[in-house]
């Protein structure tokens, strides 16, 4: 029984032996894969036209809220709502009755004050001249001169009252306090308004007007050089904005750069001014700032298509020795057009595969089809 399940045993081992014998024959016969037809381009570093966008918000340079500084109905309204204003315009009333009455009582108290004041200066002047010879009690040229004094200060509180009194009177008229655009009024005629807390409107400039937006703190620098001139690249087109791919047809110029970095966000808020003679920049607009590329140094642009991405990391495969690919990790800029920049992973003279890509892995022997060096997209 153990000799017929040892004899079976050598013949299985003996056939898996020629079996596995055979299958290394087939595969040295048979020799490497083929090599995958590809086709290259080398790196070469060009002239690369391109902006950095980033997201911004039409904002007025100089922006107020109309509010009542006195309480009362509103008596008038003397503008047209969206219309331009001039500064000193008139643009509400509020009933001015009561405080013309207080006015009035105010203006009446003062001259009663100075009246008293000329008395006690007369007074005052006239027991002096008698001092002078006598025959008058010292006492009562001291009673004199304290009622003088009296009277002067009199005289300044109701003085003090009329103006502010006359204050309350000029706050009832309401002014375009600059030249701008007005809103739509939030109150009408015979509206009961409160000092300090009604909102009449919304003056703003509108010419120039400002488009704000944030960088990143590491891109600090080179704004900082823009605003101060530094930057002998800088050019009236470096700073313009676009609204759903219509770009406006005029660059801004930087306005200013934020005192401080956000810490939550570690970006700074950088604020361009451009000019809107047509009226076409409202505040509260949305759109894209586009800085054009100053950089002085030419970048790599390759074919957008050549790269991969494998979790959130971008790769391009580079043709090495005996034409076998590497897959090459690359940090990516602006796409421009059928093109990308290239930040960093890839050097002039390199080759990389621009077609076939789907077919490769690392160590992959290529055979390169046709060579292609394809102009480099502007923006």
């Known amino acids: 029984m153990h000799l017929r399940n040892f004899q079976l045993f050598s013949i299985v081992a003996v056939i898996s032996f020629t079996t596995s014998c055979g299958d290394k024959t087939n595969q040295s016969q048979q020799g490497p894969p083929p090599a995958v037809s590809v086709t290259v381009e080398d790196v070469q570093p060009t002239d690369a036209v391109y902006y950095d966008e980033y997201p911004g ?8 809220k109309l509010t009542a500084q006195v309480g009362g109905y509103v008596t008038g309204i003397f503008f047209q709502d969206g219309g331009t204003v001039r500064k000193g315009q008139k643009l509400y009333s509020i009933d001015p009755q009561v405080y013309n009455a207080n006015y009035q009582q105010a203006m009446a108290d003062l001259q009663v004050q100075q009246a008293n004041l000329t008395k006690a200066q ?64 939030q109150v009408k005629i015979g509206t009961l308004v409160v000092a300090g807390q009604t909102i009449f409107n919304t003056v703003s400039t509108n010419n120039p007007m400002a488009v704000d937006f944030s960088v990143d703190q590491k891109n600090i620098y080179q704004f900082l050089q823009m605003e101060q001139g ?13 609204f ?20 939550q966000t570690g970006t700074i808020k950088i604020r361009l001014a451009f000019p809107n003679e047509k009226g076409l920049l409202k505040p509260g607009m949305n759109t894209t700032v586009r800085v054009k590329n100053t950089s002085a140094t030419k970048a790599t642009q390759i074919t957008f298509k050549a790269v991969s991405e494998q979790l959130g990391e971008f790769f391009v495969y ?16 602006k796409q421009i057009g059928s093109h990308i920049i290239v930040t960093d992973g890839l050097q002039q003279g390199d080759k990389i595969v621009v077609q076939g890509v789907q077919n490769l892995h690392e160590g992959t022997a290529v055979k390169i089809a046709a060579q292609q060096v394809p102009p480099a997209s502007k923006n």
């Open 57 to 64: 918000n039409v904002v007025a340079l100089n922006e107020i």
């Open 122 to 185: 007369k007074d005052a002047d006239r027991y002096h001249e008698l001092d002078k010879h006598d025959a008058i009690a010292k006492q009562q040229v001291d009673y004199a001169d304290a009622a003088l004094e009296v009277a002067k200060k009199q005289v300044a509180a109701a003085t003090a009252s009329v103006s502010a009194i006359a204050s309350s009177v000029s706050f009832s008229t309401i002014t375009a306090p600059f030249d701008g655009t007005i809103g739509i009024s």
């Open 244 to 263: 759903a791919g219509v770009v406006y047809p005029a660059p801004g110029k930087i306005n200013l750069i934020d005192r401080a970095v956000d810490p």
């Open 230 to 242: 530094k930057n002998s690249l800088l050019s009236d087109s470096t700073f313009t904005i676009a």
């Open 318 to 333: 580079k043709v090495g020795d005996s034409n076998k690919v590497h897959q090459q990790k690359v940090q990516l800029g």
